[in-house]
Every structure is written in C-alpha cells, then in structure tokens.
C-alpha cells in the first residue's frame, strides 16, 4: 500500500519561499512519479509540478516555471517542491500525489495516491 505523507506549508508574504515536502513510502520499484497539485475552493486541482524518479524528469506548469523546483531525494524517498518568490495567487491547498506512470502535464483523475494536502497562504 503506497501512502504519502506531506510535511511543510504554511503562511508567508509575497516575495517570500516556503518548502514542501512528500515522503513515499510503499513502493517496490525505484521508478515512480509524484507531483503536486494545488486546488483552490469550488475549483479543479491543478498539477503544478511533477517528477519521474526514475529519469528525474520534470514538468511545471506555466504559472509556477522559474519560481518553483523540485527535486527528489532516492535515499529517503522525499520528494520537495521548493517555492520561490510566492506570489498571493499561489494561495491554495497543496496535496502531494503518486502513480507508478508519468503523464505530463498530470491530471488529477489519473493519478491514484493522494497526501492528506497542505494548506500554503501568501499574502500580499
């Protein structure tokens, strides 16, 4: 049973950076995908980042590219998305997910494991 565990977030201003963090635990192959989506009240999620940990490639989406990065840690299974310079329009609740297959740009009906999500506030 893969489980994902979310850890970072919070409240910061505009300009500020904060860090999240997604441990994976479950998997028997090394070779799996995590992203981050982020869902705001009465709207769809929307996948901002993602890494395959197989090949380390990337996706980010247009709104996020250049401000965020993510990076993946092999030896504890913890995938960070590094958030820079927020801006108040990244204000969401921020949940980790996990599927043995990459599809870029990731949709969240597609993928099968869920963290428990992370609220991140960015005022102005």
């Known amino acids: 049973q893969v489980q994902l565990v979310e850890s970072g977030g919070g409240s910061v201003q505009a300009g500020g950076s904060l860090t999240l963090s997604c441990a994976a635990s479950g998997y028997t192959d090394s070779s799996y995908c995590v992203g981050w989506f982020r869902q705001a009240p009465g709207e769809e999620r929307e996948g901002v980042a993602a890494?395959?940990?197989?090949?380390?490639?990337?996706y980010f989406a247009d709104s996020v590219r250049g401000r965020f990065t993510i990076s993946q840690d092999n030896a504890n299974n913890t995938i960070t998305l590094q958030m820079d310079n927020l801006k108040p329009d990244d204000t969401d609740i921020y949940y980790c997910?996990?599927?043995?297959?990459?599809?870029?740009?990731?949709?969240?009906?597609?993928?099968?494991?869920w963290g428990q999500g992370t609220q991140v506030t960015v005022s102005s």
């Open positions: 997910a996990s599927d043995e297959g990459c599809g870029f740009p990731p949709t969240a009906s597609m993928w099968d494991y």
């Open positions: 890494i395959f940990t197989g090949d380390a490639s990337t």
